[in-house]
């Protein structure tokens, strides 16, 4: 067996959803970065602060659902 299979679906679901948040994390400042080295500076800022707030809210909540999974994990062992 593996060691992950030892895991409960609730940290399964916080692990995954950490990853796909940095994934698109990593997405969105990898396109801030293209688009200003091609001249799109103002369209770029633009779209940093209107997503700023939606960035940090989802991000919050990805991290309270993995301290949720976490507390779950260690009361369950």
Known sequence: MRMNDYYSPLFKLACRLLKYFLLALFGFTLFCILSSVF???????????????????IGLLVLGVMAVAIVGESIRQ
Do not use: K
């Not at 001249?39 to 809210?57: C, E, N, T, Y």
């Open 39 to 57: 001249g799109a500076f103002p369209m770029v800022r633009m779209l940093i602060q209107d997503s700023w707030a939606w960035i940090v809210r």
